[in-house]
């Protein structure tokens, strides 16, 4: 699909300063077939009217609350025209050829639903991104990391990822899909909020029997956890909370009930570290997510049976893609550092 169309959809909840950047980058684009268009989740510092006066050509939603990254982005999906959405957080900039580069990979390979570029940390842009990295990868117990990131470990980047490749899940820092699949799958889920809903969509690509890849020469810079801070209550509670959500929902019923006992386990190992550091944020944060998981049983339901509709391929499929063992122990237990030494480039 030559020049295919392409929609940027940036959720956005204030920060003008930061989504200035991220605006003036994008209009140094080389991709000519371009669609922006900003999504604001309510915000109170006067974006939408700065959007409006400086930014004209730009399409600009305005919601009436903060409906989260993954409702922000649903909402601007609806309202895109591109063949290709590219959901982007406001908080990067990127190389002029980042889209071009990505697009013309999907021209290429019809299989391939979803790719992502290289992120790189804005503020040191020697280091990978902790949000994607060179692309991510997700244990069979639901616990995700990336090429150059594992957990807080992140990597400097010395072009050791710069293979084009499958990888499990790609960044909603700068994730671009196909619109048809996007729309297929009925979007991002709502019930995220924010962290993880692009896992959950990609796990849903791969139960499509489709695939995900990361294209290295494409980069974009990210300023890390400005919206949401990186160890907030609320960050800890969602990225809890969305990963069991995903076990218990996306893997077949006999699957689910294997693995969550074992992650539930680790769930309260971590708890107990959380307790003897003194770390409230993260304590609590667990704490919460263990309660919305046993009061929202019908949420659960829900997800399965719309998982049950759009399932094409096995569990056994889907887990090949997957990292089999298990990245705390490898991480915690063996002191493995870098995710060369677990995932062979």
Same mark, same amino acid.
């Given at each position: 699909m030559p020049n295919s169309k392409v929609s940027v959809i940036i959720p956005h909840w204030n920060g003008i300063d930061i989504l200035s950047d991220c605006l003036d980058s994008l209009n140094k684009n080389s991709y000519s077939n371009l669609e922006i268009i900003v999504v604001d989740n309510a915000s109170s510092d006067g974006s939408a009217e700065w959007i409006s006066s400086n930014y004209p050509e730009i399409k600009l939603i305005q919601n009436n609350k903060n409906y989260g990254y993954a409702g922000g982005c649903n909402i601007g999906a609806e309202q895109s025209s591109g063949d290709y959405l590219i959901f982007l957080n406001n908080d990067t900039i990127q190389n002029e050829d980042f889209i071009e580069r990505l697009a013309d990979f999907l021209n290429l390979n019809?299989?391939?639903?979803?790719?992502?570029?290289?992120?790189?940390?804005?503020?040191?842009?020697?280091?990978?991104?902790?949000?994607?990295?060179c692309g991510g990868w997700l244990d069979i117990l639901g616990f995700p990391f990336a090429r150059g990131r594992l957990f807080q470990n992140i990597?400097?980047? +010395?072009?050791?990822?710069?293979?084009?490749?499958?990888?499990?899940? /790609? !960044?909603?820092?700068?994730?671009?899909?196909?619109?048809?699949?996007?729309?297929q799958l009925d979007g991002f889920d709502s019930t995220f909020f924010a962290h993880q809903e692009e896992i959950d969509l990609c796990w849903? @690509?791969?139960?499509?029997?489709?695939?995900?890849?990361?294209?290295?020469? /494409?980069?974009?810079? $990210?300023?890390?956890?400005?919206?949401?801070?990186?160890? =907030?209550?609320?960050?800890?509670?969602?990225?809890?909370?969305?990963?069991?959500?995903?076990?218990?929902s996306n893997y077949s019923l006999l699957m689910s009930l294997y693995l969550i006992p074992i992650r539930i386990a680790l769930e309260f190992v971590a708890l107990l570290y959380a307790m003897l550091c003194l770390d409230i944020n993260h304590f609590v944060g667990?704490?919460? =997510?263990? %309660?919305?998981?046993? %009061? $929202?049983?019908?949420?659960? @339901?829900?997800?399965?049976?719309?998982?049950? +509709? @759009?399932?094409?391929?096995?569990?056994?499929?889907?887990?090949? !893609?997957?990292?089999?063992?298990s990245i705390v122990f490898d991480y915690y237990i063996k002191r493995i550092k870098k995710s060369s030494d677990i995932i062979r480039e």
């Open positions: 019809p299989q391939v639903s979803a790719v992502q570029p290289k992120i790189l940390n804005y503020f040191d842009r020697d280091k990978f991104d902790y949000a994607g990295g990597e400097t980047d +010395k072009n050791q990822y710069e293979k084009i490749r499958p990888i499990f899940w /790609a !960044s909603g820092t700068a994730l671009m899909i196909r619109k048809k699949v996007f729309d849903k @690509i791969h139960l499509l029997g489709n695939q995900v890849w990361s294209i290295p020469s /494409a980069v974009v810079y $990210h300023k890390n956890a400005v919206t949401l801070p990186m160890f =907030s209550r609320l960050k800890q509670y969602l990225n809890h909370r969305n990963s069991m959500l995903m076990i218990l667990i704490l919460q =997510s263990f %309660v919305w998981i046993i %009061v $929202h049983p019908h949420v659960i @339901i829900k997800r399965r049976i719309q998982v049950r +509709k @759009i399932r094409k391929v096995t569990d056994e499929k889907v887990i090949q !893609s997957m990292y089999w063992g």
